[in-house]
């Protein structure tokens, strides 16, 4: 599916957490995992180490790494290097923290915010210690147009990795219990349609859950089903800064005990 999965890291602990979801989703495909990190010249050697160490413990025996030498901004690097390479997936935690801290977190945003995507994005709640894609893929939408552009993504990653989808809708006090079920039976149908001639026509189960909080609802649903990667999109009306920093999506991915495989609509890159 994917012949390269991209991990950025910024010698910290929290930032290697991407590791071992990468590298699982690597070894399917017997696809290269990819470290990543803009340094200063003074920090090569220890980076360096420091990779070999976090990739050794993510069971990546001959990690590939790449220390991008540069005062320039992290984000414009990382960025080159993903374009120069278009059939790579990018796979990246949330926080991170140490004297490049700032590729992990504030960086991610423009990094999603100059691509579409997909990317999978691990938050501080992900189990990635024993991760492995035994459990669903935990498919959310709201019935917007937007969101219901992950429902291709899906299909494509439930028969990618063998992984039986499950379609949830949140209703809340703005969006009706009836109008999510109709979201819900039609993303769920649409999912079906998508997946019934696949090697693996898996049949989606679905819920619908009343919840003032989305995010939580879904995160939830996440650890109840026991999924391995929640998919969702991005969607909004003023880019990805109103989208993804503060909002349900972000919001989702720092809950979630599982990794996130999100994609952001091409009509929304800025």
């Given at each position: 599916?994917?012949?390269?999965?991209?991990?950025?890291?910024?010698?910290?602990?929290?930032?290697?957490?991407?590791?071992?979801?990468?590298?699982?989703?690597?070894?399917?495909?017997?696809?290269?995992?990819?470290?990543?990190?803009?340094?200063?010249?003074?920090?090569?050697?220890?980076?360096?180490?420091?990779?070999?160490?976090?990739?050794?413990?993510?069971?990546?025996?001959?990690?590939?790494?790449?220390?991008?030498?540069?005062?320039?901004?992290?984000?414009?690097?990382?960025?080159?290097?993903?374009?120069?390479?278009?059939?790579?997936?990018?796979?990246?935690?949330?926080?991170?923290?140490?004297?490049?801290?700032?590729?992990?977190?504030?960086?991610?945003?423009?990094?999603?915010?100059?691509?579409?995507?997909?990317?999978?994005?691990?938050?501080?709640?992900?189990?990635?210690?024993?991760?492995?894609?035994?459990g669903p893929l935990l498919v959310a939408?709201?019935?917007?147009?937007?969101?219901?552009?992950?429902?291709?993504?899906?299909?494509?990653?439930?028969?990618?990795?063998?992984?039986?989808?499950?379609?949830?809708?949140?209703?809340?006090?703005?969006?009706?219990?009836?109008?999510?079920?109709?979201?819900?039976?039609?993303?769920?149908?649409?999912?079906?349609?998508l997946l019934a001639d696949g090697p693996?026509?898996?049949?989606?189960?679905?819920?619908?859950?009343?919840?003032?909080?989305?995010?939580?609802?879904?995160?939830?649903?996440?650890?109840?089903?026991?999924?391995?990667?929640?998919?969702?999109?991005?969607?909004?009306?003023?880019?990805?800064?109103?989208?993804?920093?503060?909002?349900?999506?972000?919001?989702?991915v720092h809950r979630s005990p599982c990794?996130?495989?999100?994609?952001?609509?091409?009509?929304?890159?800025?």
């Amino acid at each position: 599916m994917y012949d390269k999965l991209v991990v950025p890291l910024d010698g910290s602990d929290a930032a290697a957490r991407a590791l071992k979801p990468a590298a699982v989703l690597a070894a399917r495909y017997d696809a290269t995992v990819k470290i990543t990190a803009v340094v200063s010249p003074a920090f090569v050697p220890s980076m360096t180490k420091n990779a070999q160490i976090q990739a050794a413990e993510a069971g990546i025996d001959e990690p590939n790494i790449n220390l991008v030498v540069s005062t320039r901004p992290p984000a414009v690097q990382l960025l080159n290097a993903l374009d120069a390479e278009p059939t790579t997936l990018l796979c990246m935690a949330t926080t991170g923290r140490s004297h490049l801290g700032q590729v992990i977190g504030s960086v991610a945003e423009a990094i999603i915010r100059a691509r579409t995507g997909p990317f999978v994005l691990v938050g501080p709640k992900a189990a990635t210690p024993d991760y492995n894609l035994d459990g669903p893929l935990l498919v959310a939408t709201d019935g917007s147009a937007a969101a219901t552009e992950i429902i291709p993504l899906a299909a494509a990653w439930s028969t990618a990795y063998d992984m039986a989808p499950h379609v949830v809708t949140v209703s809340t006090p703005d969006f009706a219990y009836e109008s999510a079920r109709a979201a819900n039976a039609e993303a769920a149908g649409s999912l079906r349609d998508l997946l019934a001639d696949g090697p693996h026509p898996h049949t989606p189960t679905s819920s619908v859950i009343e919840a003032t909080s989305p995010a939580e609802a879904i995160a939830g649903e996440a650890s109840r089903i026991g999924a391995s990667l929640v998919a969702i999109t991005t969607h909004g009306r003023t880019g990805l800064a109103r989208v993804l920093l503060g909002s349900v999506a972000m919001d989702i991915v720092h809950r979630s005990p599982c990794p996130i495989l999100i994609h952001r609509p091409l009509r929304l890159r800025t």
